[in-house]
């Protein structure tokens, strides 16, 4: 099911905050969120966020691409290392 | 036989299935894009004057996209989720069911036929 249309994306508050700040600060440093439901706006295009997958932060530079996904879909949650080998 | 669009070529078919073999154009876009002609279905490829061939190509050009175009968009697509490395890129890239079927068992249509590991169920032991 998506998301009503009404109701316009979910675009985490606090983290379009510390977007905002950085872009009138014109700084672009790398953003610690666990916020992976967020929806990419097109202002987080050039920012680097730190999204949380469960363990860690990976690290993801959002470029124009990514507008309209989100955060989340960036940081794998899974690690898959290969079946058991022979032996 | 009728060409429409260069390689395609529908045979002793009634036209709305013969234009369902261009690539893009399914039953249902061929019965509506019939009625927008206001051409009949239920007459043979075969039977079409030159005159309506080239309006029905012409047509479909103009309104719709199919075969290479349509087949470019799509490989397009699928890059543009694999560059930016998303969970359905990476997805798409291991050949797995992108949107969140099991795997344990079936999804034989993404991962293609069995390769049956020896002695498996001994090692699981």
């Not at chain 1, 099911?1 to 905050?17: E, F, Q, V």
């Not at chain 2, 799509?74 to 890059?79: H, M």
Request: net charge positive; hydrophobic share 35%.
């Amino acid at each position: 099911m998506t998301r009503s249309i009404k109701k316009g994306p979910y675009i985490d508050a606090k983290l379009l905050g510390k977007v905002e700040k950085q872009n009138s600060a014109n700084t672009r440093n790398p953003m610690t969120t666990w916020a992976r439901a967020c929806t990419v706006a097109p202002e987080f295009v050039g920012h680097t966020f730190m999204v949380h997958n469960g363990r860690t932060h990976l690290k993801v530079f959002v470029t124009e691409d990514m507008v309209g996904h989100k955060l989340g879909e960036f940081s794998p949650t899974r690690t898959f290392r290969g079946h058991t080998k022979k032996g | 036989m009728p060409r429409v669009l260069g390689v395609d070529i529908p045979n002793e078919k009634r036209l709305e299935v013969a234009i369902t073999y261009l690539f893009g154009i399914g039953p249902t876009t061929a019965r509506k894009l019939l009625k927008e002609l206001s051409m009949r279905g239920d007459v043979r490829a075969k039977d079409l004057s030159d005159e309506e061939v080239a309006r029905l190509a012409s047509h479909i050009d103009a309104n719709y996209t199919v075969e290479g175009t349509l087949r470019r968009q799509v490989l397009s697509n699928l890059n543009r989720l694999k560059d930016i490395s998303c969970y359905r890129g990476l997805r798409h890239r291991r050949g797995l069911p992108v949107r969140g079927q099991r795997t344990r068992c079936n999804a034989r249509s993404r991962k293609g036929p069995r390769k049956t590991v020896a002695n498996k169920k001994i090692l699981r032991k």
